[in-house]
Structure formats: C-alpha cells, structure tokens
C-alpha cells in the first residue's frame, strides 16, 4: 500500500437507472471513488446499495468537503430531497443535478421557499455536465458528466 499516494475524490452518484449506470461505468476508470445508491430494490446490482430513501436524504447530508454528488434518481421529489440535504449542509464540494432548465428553475425556486440561502441555491449544477454538448443518450450524458468533474478536479489543483 502506498500512503503518499494521492487520495481520490470520491463520487457519489444517487440513482442506479441507465444514466446511472453508466456514468458508474464510465467513472470506474477514472480517478474517482464511485459510490452508487438507490433506493428500487430492482436497481439492485453489484456496487449499487440499496437503502430507504430517508436513509439515502441522510447520506446526502453527510457529504464531505471533497465529495462528489450526482443526483441522478427516478423521482422529482427524491432529487429535490437530496439536492436540498446536500446543499444544506453546505460541505460537499460539487452537487450535480440531471434535469432540464424548468426542472433547474423550479428546484431553485423551491429552495429558496424553504428557507435555503443564495449563497448554497448557487452551488448547485444543473443541468449536468458540458454546457455545448448535444444528446440525451447514457454514455453521453456520461462522458459530459466525466469532462465536467475531472475539469473541475483539474482547476483545483
């Protein structure tokens, strides 16, 4: 084992859908640690941990300083669940949301409502990944997602 080995950022992606799945698969390659979360017990497959979504809000909550969060699940409410944990608490160091403008304009509206303030609301990326990069397709929505992240891992070097 080498200690002075650099530690990796670690990604944790909330959703195990096609999406999820293969920004999993993609990230596995990539110098990230890759956490993968669901709360369907038919998303159930290797690495991906299926909990209650309560438990998966609380996970959220304790994101790190140098984590991760890819919000990425089948459900609105889920996501603003944890896209609110996550910015909250105010730690993590990237938190990600797939979804369109409207989606993005109606979360932030919604945090606001609850209290959240400005500063935390402005945190939050959606949609996710390369702002030019054209398709909907899992492994593009992957790769845009990759180049996002490692860019911004790049930056802070």
Do not use: N
């Not at 799945?21 to 159930?44: G, I, T």
């Amino acid at each position: 084992m080498d200690l002075s080995a650099p530690r990796h950022p670690r990604l944790v992606i909330f959703g195990a859908g096609k999406t999820g799945q293969a920004v999993a698969r993609l990230f596995a390659d990539l110098p990230f640690e890759v956490e993968q979360y669901d709360s369907q017990p038919e998303a159930e497959a290797p690495g991906v941990g299926i909990h209650g979504e309560d438990e998966l809000v609380e996970m959220a909550a304790l994101a790190g300083e140098e984590d991760f969060i890819l919000v990425l699940t089948h459900s609105h409410e889920l996501d603003y669940r944890l896209v609110h944990a996550v910015l909250d608490a105010a730690r993590a160091r990237y938190c990600g949301l797939m979804g369109s403008r409207a989606k993005r304009d109606k979360f932030l509206d919604q945090l606001a409502t609850d209290g959240l303030e400005e500063s935390a609301i402005a945190r939050l990326s959606c949609p996710v990944g390369l702002p030019g990069l054209k398709g909907h397709e899992p492994p593009v929505v992957a790769i845009s997602i990759a180049a996002e992240l490692l860019q911004i891992v790049q930056d802070g070097e």
